[in-house]
């Protein structure tokens, strides 16, 4: 059973609801009512099992000083799988970090091009698939949100389509959070689609697909979680800009 305790960040976001409009728009409302950054990440990482199917644990890395740190997690668990990563410089979150397309393993318990953090999962955790999605922040490279399941093949191109949605989510936050929340800054940014278009373009290398059709993809994506990225964009900035007028 996941831990989302620490995703009380807000009262908008506690409840039993999983309803994804919902705990977007409550994610939102804990990015701009003054919460310190450490509780908007850890807000994130407990979201992300509510809005992934098979999601079980998630982690959220950040670059400092050419070190990839865990900023926040929805338990010890992915914690210990980030630790592993980083131990055995190798695996789906690190990787994710450096590449444009989503690194995703479906069971460490078959051969894995991370031979070495497998055997660490396998050993320490109850974790059997990853998925690791690059975070950009003004085209500079900046982190990754890492997904992790414990249930072996149920992590697939489909279920990293759903979860590309929330990594657009996190790059708007961790802009707005690298830019002291700066509205102007984040409205430029959103105005210009480019949390959009960087959606779509981790679409098009996860499916292999053309632009035309990785919107396609995004947009069913949007529809089949009741969410439109452009308007969820919107709302952040929306959100901000009353919070700075209080």
Same mark, same amino acid.
């Given at each position: 059973?996941?831990?989302?305790?620490?995703?009380?960040?807000?009262?908008?976001?506690?409840?039993?609801?999983?309803?994804?409009?919902?705990?977007?728009?409550?994610?939102?409302?804990?990015?701009?009512?003054?919460?310190?950054?450490?509780?908007?990440?850890?807000?994130?990482?407990?979201?992300?099992?509510?809005?992934?199917?098979?999601?079980?644990?998630?982690?959220?890395?950040?670059?400092?000083?050419?070190?990839?740190?865990?900023?926040?997690?929805?338990?010890?668990?992915?914690?210990?799988?980030?630790?592993?990563?980083?131990?055995?410089?190798?695996?789906?979150?690190? #990787?994710?970090? *450096?590449?444009?397309? =989503?690194?995703?393993? %479906?069971? +460490?318990?078959?051969? &894995?091009?991370?031979?070495? /953090?497998?055997?660490?999962?396998?050993?320490?955790?109850?974790?059997?698939?990853?998925?690791?999605?690059?975070?950009?922040?003004?085209?500079?490279?900046?982190?990754?949100?890492?997904?992790?399941?414990?249930?072996?093949?149920?992590? #697939?191109?489909? *279920?990293?389509?759903? =979860?590309?949605?929330? %990594?657009? +989510?996190?790059?708007? &936050?961790?802009?707005?959070? /690298?830019?002291?929340?700066?509205?102007?800054?984040?409205?430029?940014?959103?105005?210009?689609?480019?949390?959009?278009?960087?959606?779509?373009?981790?679409?098009?290398?996860?499916?292999?697909?053309?632009?035309?059709?990785?919107?396609?993809?995004?947009?069913?994506?949007?529809?089949?979680?009741?969410?439109?990225?452009?308007?969820?964009?919107?709302?952040?900035?929306?959100?901000?800009?009353?919070?700075?007028?209080?």
């Amino acid at each position: 059973m996941n831990d989302n305790s620490q995703f009380d960040a807000s009262p908008a976001v506690s409840g039993p609801s999983t309803d994804p409009a919902t705990v977007f728009a409550a994610l939102a409302d804990i990015v701009y009512r003054g919460s310190s950054a450490e509780q908007v990440y850890t807000a994130i990482c407990n979201a992300a099992p509510l809005l992934i199917p098979h999601c079980d644990h998630a982690s959220l890395m950040l670059m400092q000083h050419g070190k990839a740190v865990t900023v926040a997690a929805s338990d010890d668990i992915a914690r210990v799988v980030d630790d592993i990563e980083r131990a055995t410089g190798e695996g789906p979150c690190l #990787d994710a970090i *450096t590449s444009e397309a =989503a690194q995703l393993e %479906t069971d +460490f318990q078959t051969p &894995t091009q991370w031979p070495a /953090m497998a055997r660490g999962v396998l050993n320490r955790t109850p974790v059997r698939g990853a998925m690791g999605f690059r975070l950009k922040v003004n085209e500079h490279k900046v982190g990754a949100l890492n997904l992790f399941t414990d249930t072996p093949g149920v992590f #697939d191109s489909d *279920t990293a389509g759903e =979860a590309i949605i929330l %990594t657009a +989510f996190t790059a708007v &936050t961790v802009a707005a959070m /690298m830019n002291g929340q700066e509205a102007s800054t984040l409205r430029g940014g959103l105005e210009s689609n480019r949390e959009i278009g960087k959606a779509v373009g981790l679409i098009m290398a996860l499916h292999d697909v053309s632009d035309d059709e990785a919107f396609a993809l995004l947009r069913k994506s949007s529809q089949d979680l009741n969410v439109k990225i452009a308007d969820l964009a919107s709302s952040v900035v929306e959100r901000h800009s009353k919070a700075s007028k209080n």
